[in-house]
Nanobody, 114 residues
């Protein structure tokens, strides 16, 4: 049972990136999925989440800029990040709870800088 996050990179302020979360050993579409981030020296925080039914929540710092969505055909969950700001720089993780245990992907680094 593993999660894998991908799609991070270096982008200038105002740019966009799309992160992808994929799974092995189980299907993502049965579970609620969260995207978290952790910036240097800061605690990990929830950025956005999506239920198995597709209901979404987005944290206030990224509301209006980030969108979380599923592609059940691809069995993936995406985080579309628009109008990126330097304060969005962090390692981004996807996560879910499987059989009572929280699972984390390995993280993907997003760097926003001019």
């Amino acid at each position: 049972v593993q999660l894998q996050a991908s799609g991070g990179g270096f982008v200038q302020p105002g740019g966009s990136l799309r992160l992808a979360c994929a799974a092995s050993g189980f299907r993502l579409d049965y579970y609620a999925i969260g995207w978290f981030r952790q910036a240097p020296g800061k605690e990990r925080e929830l950025v956005a989440s999506i239920t198995s039914d597709g209901a979404t929540t987005v944290a206030n710092p990224v509301k209006g800029r980030f969108i979380i969505f599923r592609d059940n055909a691809q069995d993936a969950v995406y985080l579309q990040m628009n109008n990126l700001k330097p304060e969005d720089t962090a390692v981004y993780y996807c996560s879910t709870v499987v059989r009572g245990v929280r699972r984390w992907g390995q993280g993907t680094l997003v760097t926003v800088s001019s």
